[in-house]
């Protein structure tokens, strides 16, 4: 099993991240890595804490002459707003002379993190529970692409929607009924990337744009969909062995763990749940000598095991909850009706999310990776994969024809 465990304040001296469970000798590019950090930091309609930070990886250990040595891997990503906030996050002291929070912000967490954690002041809640927290898991999600890369594994995303602006061509459906090649998939990733938005329609991106305006000046932010797909995945990974075990249960409890998504779905599950079954299940041919499905409308998961289609993901993300026009709320000093508080934030964050949603799947597929193929290095890893592969491929048949029990 690969595990991690991210720690840091939104405001505190800097985050880190420490992985544990990788084979040794895998080549880390942290250049990569990097790349994926600058990633999440962009987007129209960003709040002016991006301009502050520029997230970059320092290797603390577990990493010798570009490969892994097997130990756990520690890194650490700088907050560079830390020296503005060094009274008011101070690990010493008793806090004399530092306004507290006191009025919490509909949506955010600020209201049921004093609740249970018994604080007496917002920040101490809201520290924790801010996105910020994100760019530590797309370093580790990243790193989970070091080890996909190895099989060929791609992880890409795009933004589908923002403010209910669609794009004219539903890439999304497009992709679920196999319209659409795996090089043009991550074709309409690298487009995205060039967006300001990660969408892959120009005419969309304009009008959205449009729309973040208005809707920050009247003091308003937006939500949105992403969609998220992983390529040339191997047949069975996961398992309906047991409820824990389920791939697509994975993915979704890995997605609703990131800020702000209050949705998730695997395919076209919702639309799908209002048509006839003739018209969504996905048919099995043979390609190459391989079984496949014609369509892809499961998103590539069929009894919470991979089919070695595209797994498609898509993920709903709530508007920001820091409004400028604020909503009504209470002062919890006084216990007393009053606006909620306003304080710097971003008015819309898909984009960013679309990219720690590139990093959360990739952490799963990597884990069932490992859970299925593990081996002390990578090349332990890579000769057990390319077995499996040769049986489940091209054998196949001979579970059938030869009755063999060694299977
Ligand atoms: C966030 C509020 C904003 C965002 C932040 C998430 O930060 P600040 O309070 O410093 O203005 O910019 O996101 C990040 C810092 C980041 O790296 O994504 C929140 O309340 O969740």
């Not at 990097?34 to 577990?62: A, F, P, T, V």
């Not at 938005?197 to 939500?223: A, Y």
């Not at 095991?305 to 797994?311: H, I, K």
């Amino acid at each position: 099993m690969i595990r991690f465990l991210t720690a840091g304040e939104s405001h505190g001296k800097s985050l880190s991240v420490i992985i544990e469970g990788f084979p040794s000798n895998l080549p880390v590019d942290t250049d990569s890595i990097n790349n994926d950090l600058r990633r999440r930091q962009s987007g129209y309609g960003r709040g002016g804490r991006m301009k502050i930070e520029k997230d970059r990886i320092e290797i603390l250990s577990g990493i010798r002459f570009g490969r892994t040595l097997g130990s756990p891997v520690s890194l650490l990503i700088k907050n560079n707003d830390w020296e503005n906030w060094t009274e008011k996050m101070a690990h010493e002291g008793n806090g004399e002379g530092v306004e507290k929070v006191t009025i919490p912000r509909p949506g955010h967490a600020d209201l049921v993190g004093v609740q249970k954690y018994a604080f007496n002041d917002i920040r101490n809640s809201i520290e924790r529970s801010s996105a910020r927290e994100t760019a530590a898991r797309v370093a580790a999600g990243s790193f989970a692409k070091e080890l996909l890369k190895q099989f060929g594994i791609k992880v890409v995303s795009f933004v589908e929607s923002i403010g209910g602006i669609d794009s004219p061509q539903n890439f999304t459906s497009a992709i679920l009924e196999n319209r659409m090649t795996g090089e043009e998939i991550v074709k309409l990733s690298a487009t995205a990337d060039e967006s300001e938005l990660r969408v892959g329609d120009k005419s969309q991106e304009e009008k959205i744009i449009e729309l973040i305006k208005e809707t920050k000046k009247s003091g308003d932010t937006l939500g949105g969909v992403f969609t998220t797909v992983a390529l040339n995945m191997p047949a069975g990974l996961g398992s309906f062995m047991h409820y824990d075990r389920r791939l697509d249960a994975k993915i979704a409890s890995a997605f609703l763990s990131i800020n702000a998504v209050k949705g998730v779905e695997i395919g076209n599950a919702f639309e799908n749940a209002g048509k006839p079954g003739s018209r969504v299940h996905d048919e099995i041919i043979v390609k190459n000598g391989i079984p496949e499905r014609s369509t892809n409308r499961a998103g590539g998961t069929e009894g919470g095991v991979s089919t070695g289609m595209p797994l498609v993901v898509r993920a709903a993300m709530k508007p920001i909850s820091t409004l400028m026009m604020p909503l009504k709320s209470i002062n919890l000093a006084t216990m007393e009706g009053i606006e909620a508080r306003r304080e710097r934030s971003d008015f819309v964050a898909v984009p960013a999310c679309s990219v720690i949603g590139e990093a959360m799947l990739a952490w799963v597929i990597a884990e069932e990776m490992v859970i299925k193929f593990g081996g002390d290095s990578i090349g332990e890893m890579i000769r057990n994969y390319n077995s499996y592969m040769a049986e489940t491929g091209i054998n196949i048949k001979n579970n059938f024809t030869e009755a063999s029990d060694e299977n």
